[in-house]
C-alpha cells in the first residue's frame, strides 16, 4: 500500500500567513494527488486535485504543486475560514490512502 | 445540485452487521465510481471501499476485506455497504463520496456507527 506523510501533524499560524503543507508518497504517483479541507463535525471539501488544480468555486489562495512522490499545499494569505484541517489523498492506486492530516490553527 | 445522503448507522454490539445506504441525486450516478471513507472520533480520514460505475469491480481497504461488502442499485441511485463482524474499532462516522479518476469531489454528510456492548 502507498503511505503518505503529511507534514506538520499540527501548525499555529497567524491571520495573513503564508502557510505550506507537505505530503510525501511512499512511493511515485504522478500527480494522481488531491487536498480536502475538513472543519469540524463537517465532511471533507475538495481543495485540489490531480496535485496542482484548483477545484471551482475555491479561493485562488489555495494552491497545489509536486509529482511522484513530494506535493506541497500552499495558502498564500491565511484567512480566518482556513483554519480547519487538511488531508492529502492519493488515488493513483487502490487501495486508496489519506494523509494523517494537519491541523491549522491560530496563533 | 449533486446530493449524497447516507443513512444506517446506529448502535451495534461486536460481532454484529449493520448495512448503510447512500441516495445519491444531481449527477447520472451510473457513471461515476462511488466510495465509502469513514473517520473515528477524533481522527483522520480512511477509505474504506470503492465501486465502479457498472457494479463490476469493487475494491475494500485491507482492514474490512471479507468482512464489508459494497454494492450499488443504479436503478435506485444508491450505494450501499453491508458490514459483517464488526469490531469496536469500526466505530466511526462513515462517509459516501462521488469519486472520479483523480478526486473525491462530492461528499455526504456522513452517518455515524458505534460498535459497543
Known amino acids: 500500500d502507498i503511505q503518505l506523510t503529511q507534514s506538520p501533524s499540527f501548525l499555529s499560524a497567524s491571520v495573513g500567513d503564508r502557510v505550506t503543507i507537505t505530503c510525501r508518497a511512499s512511493?511515485?504517483?504522478?500527480?494522481?494527488l488531491a487536498w480536502y479541507q475538513q472543519k469540524p463535525g463537517k465532511a471533507p471539501k475538495l481543495l485540489i486535485y490531480?496535485?496542482?488544480t484548483l477545484q471551482s468555486g475555491v479561493p485562488s489562495r489555495f494552491s497545489g504543486s509536486g509529482s511522484e512522490t513530494e506535493f506541497t499545499l500552499t495558502i498564500s494569505s491565511l484567512q480566518p475560514e482556513d483554519f480547519a484541517t487538511y488531508y492529502c489523498?492519493?488515488?493513483?492506486?487502490?487501495?486508496?490512502?489519506f494523509g494523517g492530516g494537519t491541523k491549522v490553527e491560530i496563533k | 445540485e449533486v446530493r449524497l445522503l447516507e443513512s444506517g448507522g446506529g448502535l451495534v454490539q461486536p460481532g454484529g452487521s449493520l448495512r448503510l445506504s447512500c441516495a445519491a441525486s444531481g449527477f447520472t450516478f451510473s457513471s461515476y465510481v462511488v466510495s465509502w471513507v469513514r473517520q473515528t472520533p477524533g481522527n483522520g480520514l480512511e477509505w474504506v471501499s470503492a465501486i465502479s460505475g457498472s457494479g463490476d469491480s469493487t475494491y475494500y481497504a485491507d482492514s474490512v476485506k471479507g468482512r464489508f461488502t459494497i454494492s450499488r442499485d443504479n436503478s435506485k441511485n444508491t450505494l450501499y455497504l453491508q458490514m459483517n463482524r464488526l469490531r469496536a474499532e469500526d466505530t466511526a462516522v462513515y462517509y459516501c463520496?462521488?469519486?472520479?479518476?483523480?478526486?473525491?469531489?462530492?461528499w455526504g454528510q456522513g452517518t455515524l456507527v458505534t460498535v459497543s456492548s
Open positions: 490531480a496535485a496542482s
Open positions: 489523498q492519493q488515488l493513483y492506486t487502490y487501495p486508496l490512502t
Open positions: 463520496a462521488k469519486s472520479r479518476r483523480i478526486a473525491s469531489d462530492y
Open positions: 512511493q511515485g504517483i504522478s500527480s494522481y
